[in-house]
């Protein structure tokens, strides 16, 4: 009988000491399994904030495209503008000096002698005539940087 209890005894101290084996195992496994758990949660929110970043950084970048085109429009418009204006006065200066080069032509047919208003009209037209030059070539620069 006593061996029998011994059997029973060295039986169930196995058992206990298998089962504390197997629970250490479990309780090891299971914190590696946490920590891999953590390792997980951890690179997902990393890479969850780096998208964000990212998202944040083309978001600014088409932004920033956009207010870029927004000013290449706004210059473009600007040049379109002066062009015109300066189309204007071109036109308008060859209409002033087609008009002084008529009056000249009038005055030196009558031969009156009225040798001051010549002058005075081949001056205007030098004026008029350099004027117009300048603002044919400010207006093909602009035109050029259009």
């Known amino acids: 009988m006593k061996r029998h209890q011994a059997g ?4 169930l101290a196995l058992v206990i ?14 914190d590696r399994y946490i ?3 953590k390792q997980r949660q951890a690179a997902l929110e990393s890479a969850y904030q780096r998208a964000l970043e990212e ?3 083309v978001e600014a970048e088409r932004i920033q495209m956009e207010e870029t085109k927004a000013d290449q429009q706004a210059e473009q418009r600007r ?8 189309e204007n006065d071109v036109r ?14 009038h005055l ?11 002058l005075e009209l081949e001056r205007e037209i030098a004026d008029v005539q350099q004027t117009n030059r300048q603002k044919q070539r400010k207006l093909d620069t602009l035109r050029g940087n259009l």
Request: glycine content about 8%.
């Open 8 to 11: 029973i005894k060295a039986t």
């Open 17 to 30: 000491s298998t089962m504390g084996a197997s629970v250490f195992i479990s309780g090891c496994a299971a």
């Open 35 to 37: 920590t891999r758990e």
């Open 55 to 57: 998202k944040g950084a």
């Open 79 to 86: 040049l379109r503008t002066e062009i015109a204006q300066l």
């Open 92 to 105: 308008r200066l060859d209409a002033r000096e087609e008009t002084l080069r008529t009056e000249l032509q």
């Open 108 to 118: 030196r047919r009558q031969e009156t002698g009225k040798t001051a208003k010549i």
